[in-house]
């Protein structure tokens, strides 16, 4: 599966910025899709997740109650909704896809093989 992140861009301390990761390949039934982020001298840091066969998705601390995660199966799409930014959250955010994943590794980004390029979100105070 190949896998394409857009929407990142620059906006201000308390707005929204909406990303989309875009899937193509075979089926994507049995994917769980992640939202990480690298901030500059930082490591990847997970962010969200979500199942593609269901509605259970997980939520790093630093962002639960901000952001929300969503797919579109039909469109191939997931969607990271970002709300109430802040300049701390200015980053590379990557959207990653595993079929074998396990609950327990579903925040370990070494647990993703599929990996889309990333788009850069900056936040200004």
């Known amino acids: 599966v190949q896998l394409q992140a857009s929407g990142g861009g620059l906006v201000q301390a308390g707005d929204s910025l909406r990303l989309s990761c875009l899937a193509s390949?075979?089926?994507?039934?049995?994917?769980?899709v992640g939202w990480f982020r690298q901030a500059p001298g930082k490591g990847r840091e997970f962010v969200a997740a979500?199942?593609?066969?269901?509605?259970?998705?997980y939520y790093a601390s630093s962002v639960k109650g901000r952001f929300t995660t969503a797919r579109d199966n039909d469109k191939k799409s997931v969607y990271l909704q970002m709300n109430s930014l802040k300049p701390e959250d200015t980053a590379v955010y990557y959207c990653?896809?595993?079929?074998?994943?396990?609950?327990?590794?579903?925040?370990?980004?070494?647990?993703?093989?599929?990996w889309g390029q990333g788009t850069l979100v900056t936040v200004s105070s």
């Open positions: 990653a896809a595993s079929r074998t994943i396990i609950l327990s590794s579903i925040t370990n980004s070494d647990a993703y093989g599929n």
């Open positions: 979500i199942r593609w066969n269901s509605r259970n998705t």
């Open positions: 390949g075979r089926t994507f039934s049995s994917y769980v």
